[in-house]
C-alpha cells in the first residue's frame, strides 16, 4: 500500500510559475515510476509527464519546455516545476506511483491559471 499526498496547488496568473511536491510513503521500491496526470473539468485524466526511478522522463507534447518534473529518490518525492502557466493548464492536478501494473493516486490539487 503506498500513500502519496500532494501540495502546491493553487491560483496563478498566466505567465506564473507553481511548484507541486508529492511525498510517497508505504511499501515503497525502487523501479518504479511516479508521474502526474491532471483533468479538467469535463475531460479525462491526462499524463503530464512521468519520471521513473533511473531519472528517464517523458512528458505531455502541451507542457513540453514548460514544466519539468523532478525526485528526490531518498525522500520518496516528485516534484512538478510549471512555469509560463497558461489558462488551459487549469486541472486538478494527480500524483501517480506505478509499479509492476499496480498505480496508486493521490488525492489531487486544484491548479487554477486566469487570463
Known amino acids: 500500500q503506498v500513500q502519496l499526498v500532494e501540495s502546491g496547488g493553487g491560483l496563478v496568473q498566466a505567465g506564473g510559475s507553481l511548484r507541486l511536491s508529492c511525498a510517497a510513503s508505504?511499501?515503497?521500491?525502487?523501479?518504479?515510476?511516479m508521474g502526474w496526470y491532471r483533468q479538467a473539468a469535463g475531460k479525462q485524466r491526462e499524463l503530464v509527464a512521468r519520471?521513473?526511478?533511473?531519472?528517464?522522463?517523458n512528458y505531455a507534447d502541451s507542457v513540453k519546455g514548460r514544466f519539468t518534473i523532478s525526485r528526490d529518490n531518498a525522500k520518496n518525492t516528485v516534484y512538478l516545476q510549471m512555469n509560463s502557466l497558461k489558462p488551459e493548464d487549469t486541472a486538478v492536478y494527480y500524483c501517480s506511483y506505478y509499479l509492476r501494473g499496480v498505480t496508486s493516486w493521490g488525492q489531487g490539487t486544484q491548479v487554477t491559471v486566469s487570463a
Open positions: 508505504g511499501s515503497i521500491l525502487s523501479s518504479n515510476a
Open positions: 519520471i521513473i526511478f533511473g531519472g528517464s522522463t
